[in-house]
């Protein structure tokens, strides 16, 4: 996908696999809600959790977002994207929150003023320093066995 597909997809999307490595080298994947927002990934996570402990020893972060998983999905339904990235906490009060905000509460509840705000929980930033996408639909009929119909 080219970089203006890649930011369509990841704008469309709500949920991503966040691998991160622990400062003994253990990775951790795990599911998160996420808006894509000003060329970076927003996600709210516990602020206790093995992610952030992660992140806040300095683990980047690989972001998985795809398509075509689903029950009666098929081979050529394969799209994504993996976000290679540097992640900081955001503290509490820093304005571009209210931004963010708005943005994961219409994204994931449909209403930019739903206030879904955890003591326990703190904003993620990622800033991408690489993308990698992959689209199925687009290989050439005959390339692959598996596309068009081709073997299981």
Known sequence: MS????????????WARVASVSPGGEPT?????YVW???????YGRATGRRLKDIEAGSRLAIC????VGEGEGY????????????RVVP?????LDRVRAAFAANH???SKTDFRRRTHSWIEVTPYRRTSWDYSRIP??????ANGGGR
């Open 3 to 14: 970089e203006r597909e890649c930011d369509g997809f990841l704008d469309s999307h709500k």
């Open 29 to 33: 994947v795990s599911p998160v809600g």
């Open 37 to 43: 927002l000003g060329g970076r990934l927003w996600f």
């Open 65 to 68: 977002v795809d398509d075509g």
């Open 76 to 87: 050529t339904e394969r799209r994504g994207v993996v976000v290679y990235g540097t992640a």
């Open 92 to 96: 509490p009060g820093d304005p571009v």
């Open 109 to 111: 509840f449909g209403d």
């Open 141 to 146: 009929p005959g390339t692959d066995r598996f």
